[in-house]
């Protein structure tokens, strides 16, 4: 099973609102990630966990806070956020890449956040 | 950082008819991965293929990476294989930060 899960797959949030994404797996990987989408526009990286660990932040804004409880969870904390950061929000794991070794990364299907 | 260049960026065809995406990228990786992104926004994986050629019903992808490019070839084109192409790698000795190309878009007539 290569199956990584998103929920919710749309959300709509007001810029005082506080929200939050939830990504599961259950393949046993211990490197997890958050993307960020915009339309037209490429998968860009925001955060990576490797076993538990956040191992990445590509310079994000506070405003997004990311949380991995556990080796299946990943979850992706919304606050104040602005309408510019609406997008589609992806998550994807992969094995542990180690020292210089990269796994396949699988995705998940994406949570479409509207910023009102 | 690392560069990804896709073409074409376009690509409109018929039913049936064969084409060839392009991935260049500027430095060496260890992670190549080709996906399909359907209009629902699905990233599918297609092919995870640093090096070497491999294939997989109508798809089939080669990876040159001595010359720093790959090849994604469709064959029998159909209509569900609309939808954005991407390429994506990792640079060699970098970290786990898969860096992505622009796409190609694909759009198949009936």
């Known amino acids: 099973d290569t199956e990584v899960t998103q929920t919710p797959k749309h959300l709509v949030m007001g810029m005082t609102n506080k929200k939050s994404l939830k990504c599961e797996q259950h393949?046993?990987?211990?490197?997890m990630y958050w993307y960020k989408q915009k339309a037209k526009k490429p998968p860009e990286l925001m955060f990576v966990y490797s076993y538990e660990k956040l191992s990445i932040n590509e310079s994000v804004p506070s405003r997004f806070s990311p949380e991995c409880p556990n080796s299946s969870l990943l979850n992706l904390h919304l606050h104040a956020l602005q309408p510019e950061d609406s997008a589609l929000y992806l998550c994807?794991?992969?094995?542990?890449?180690?020292?210089?070794?990269?796994?396949?990364?699988?995705f998940g299907p994406g949570t479409r956040l509207l910023v009102l | 950082g690392i560069q990804v260049e896709q073409s074409p960026p376009d690509l409109i065809l018929q039913e049936g008819a064969n084409s060839t995406l392009r991935c260049n990228f500027s430095?060496?990786?260890?992670?190549l991965q080709w996906f399909h992104q359907n209009p629902w926004g699905q990233l599918i994986n297609l092919f995870y293929i640093p090096s070497g050629t491999k294939q997989n019903g109508r798809l089939s992808a080669t990876t040159v990476a001595t010359e720093r490019y790959s090849l994604l070839y469709i064959s029998s084109s159909q209509t569900t294989d609309s939808g954005v192409y991407f390429c994506?790698?990792?640079?060699?000795?970098?970290?786990?930060?898969?860096?992505f190309g622009k796409g190609t878009k694909l759009t198949v007539n009936p």
């Open positions: 994807a794991s992969s094995q542990h890449p180690g020292q210089g070794v990269v796994e396949t990364q699988y």
């Open positions: 430095d060496s990786v260890n992670n």
């Open positions: 393949m046993g990987h211990r490197a």
């Open positions: 994506a790698v990792t640079s060699q000795g970098g970290s786990e930060k898969l860096v």
